[in-house]
């Protein structure tokens, strides 16, 4: 079993950065992770890296969101620049089955 833990949420304005971090409770060295982003009952994909580093991006978010992995620490970060507020939703991380509870985001003037 592996628990995850998002951080790093909060509100801002329209043009601001944010940081989350997804904090394992295990090792996730060889696993591929996730982050999503969910408002009320629709989750849509972010950004995922692979074991290897391999990174992809949903088109919305390329060019502005940079997913990295401290695999010493087991967290995997989620750099948010230049939010938008459609950006404005719960993101939580996923590996294999297990899923984090999130945290909020939010984006307005």
């Known amino acids: 079993q592996v628990h995850l833990i998002e951080t790093g949420g909060s509100l801002v304005q329209p043009g601001e950065s944010l940081r989350l971090s997804c904090t394992a409770s295990k090792k996730i060295v060889d696993d591929q992770v996730t982050w999503y982003r969910q408002v009320g009952d629709q989750r849509e994909y972010v950004a995922v890296i692979?074991?290897?580093?391999?990174?992809l991006y949903t088109d919305s978010v390329k060019g502005r969101f940079t997913i990295s992995k401290d695999y010493a620490q087991n967290i995997v970060y989620l750099q948010m620049n230049n939010l938008k507020p459609e950006d404005s939703a719960v993101y939580r991380c996923?590996?294999?089955?297990?899923w984090g509870q999130g945290t909020l985001v939010s984006v307005r003037a």
């Open positions: 996923n590996t294999n089955e297990w």
């Open positions: 692979t074991p290897s580093g391999q990174t």
